[in-house]
């Protein structure tokens, strides 16, 4: 059995990318910008977006932190998008989630520049994926295709079952797994909270993903013997450790590859992110000169 070590993996990209950023800035002389907007003071998004700054810095991508109070009007907010989207030393934006209830969050994600959409969250990307020309791969997502890509798990010809629908993980990554090549080419299930014998499902799969935010829910006798197992849970236990979506000690014993939680797939997504926004910069740049 194989322990597939998101965090290892993390690492080992992010010098890369701080390599590819190097080099990035001796070509253009700065280097690539991502401006974050948190609204009000959800201590999780605190420390996400506090994450996302201290993993910027280690890949010398400079980042800009915009915070809003949690009373600001959405015309407000709509504006700061707006300054960012014109503002040509800004190559990346993203606006940490959740957002306060008076804001139309689809109607926020739509206003940043799909170009500069570094969450890959904008109805234009979602769509170019879903056409099988991507921008970006969402973070969470793409993580996981690298992690498999990395580890050599093939997806072409497999069953994947995703238990989630949500439009950040399990929706985009069933997209991504239908597209046509490499890190593709899957049979794709997706399963929700209203699938019916989901066991029976899930039992089928080659590779079963979990993106649910219910503690240990996939339990050993819902993997298949040899099967990869992905569990992109994140949950807070009263003990205030953390623990994944996947009944981890007992369905090791029958997976043939497993993400731990944590150390999985989530150190995996703010380096997704940061390589988005490399590439927000570099098609910026791109398409500059072609304007020239
Ligand atoms: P959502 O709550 O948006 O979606 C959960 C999905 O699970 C829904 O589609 C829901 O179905 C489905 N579901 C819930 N209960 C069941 C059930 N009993 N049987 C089958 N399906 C069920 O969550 P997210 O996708 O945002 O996140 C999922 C988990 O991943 C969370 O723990 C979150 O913290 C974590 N996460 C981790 C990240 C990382 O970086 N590692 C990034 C993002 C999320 P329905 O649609 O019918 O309600």
Known sequence: MMILDGKKLSGEMRREIGESVLQFRLRNGFVPVLAAIIVGDDPASKIYVSNKEKACKEVGIESKILRLSG????????????????????????????????CNENLILDAIDPR???DAFHAENVGLISQGRPRFFPCT????????????????????????????VGKPMGLMLLQKGKGGDATVTVAHSRTKNLQEITSQADI??????SPKFIKAEMVKEGAVVIDVGINRLGDGKICGDVDFDNVKEIASAITPVPGGVGPLTVTMLLLNTLKAAELIIKQTQVKV
Request: net charge negative.
């Open 71 to 102: 009373s600001a009007r959405v015309e407000e907010l709509l504006f700061e998008i707006d300054r960012l989207n014109t503002d040509s030393a800004v190559h990346g934006i993203l606006v940490q989630r959740p957002l306060p209830n008076n």
């Open 141 to 168: 997502p793409y993580g996981i295709r690298e992690l498999l890509l990395r580890s050599g798990i093939e997806t072409g010809g497999k069953s994947v079952v995703i238990v989630g629908r949500s439009d950040i």
């Open 116 to 118: 500069k959409d570094v």
């Open 208 to 213: 079963l993903i979990a993106a649910i935010g």
